[in-house]
């Protein structure tokens, strides 16, 4: 059975950093679509990186610079690297995968059906 858990998220300080971790179980996940996402209270479920079974990347703009996906095959494991914390990156982080179709991963929420029980970033003084 197809699993994935994350972790790390905690409470920061403002310009602080974090780095999550997505653990596959039941699947080998280079071989899939691993994507970041986050839901703020309120708001919608927004992707923020992925990577795709060829090794590409692909980061929302928004995000771009601060936060930064990588992959451990030898862990079954794909990390979010987060730096510069800002109050606005409050949110759960949850992390998903699916079949690769095409080389660039999508960052939208319907291209994954498979999704971890995510994991709550708080940044604040």
């Known amino acids: 059975q197809l699993q994935l858990v994350e972790s790390g998220g905690g409470l920061v300080q403002p310009g602080g950093s974090l780095r999550l971790s997505c653990a596959a179980s039941?699947?080998?996940?280079?071989?899939?679509?691993i994507g970041w996402f986050r839901q703020a209270p309120g708001k919608d479920r927004e992707g923020v990186s992925c990577?795709?079974?060829?090794?590409?990347?692909n980061t929302a703009d928004s995000v771009k610079g601060r936060f930064t996906i990588s992959r451990d095959t030898a862990k079954n494991t794909v990390y979010l690297q987060i730096d510069s914390l800002k109050p606005e990156d409050t949110a759960v982080y949850y992390c998903?995968?699916?079949?690769?179709?095409?080389?660039?991963?999508?960052?939208?929420?319907?291209?994954?059906?498979?999704w971890g029980q995510g994991t709550q970033v708080t940044v604040s003084s």
């Open positions: 998903a995968a699916d079949s690769s179709l095409f080389r660039l991963c999508p960052l939208f929420r319907s291209g994954y059906g498979n």
């Open positions: 990577i795709s079974r060829y090794g590409m990347t």
């Open positions: 039941g699947f080998t996940l280079r071989y899939y679509d």
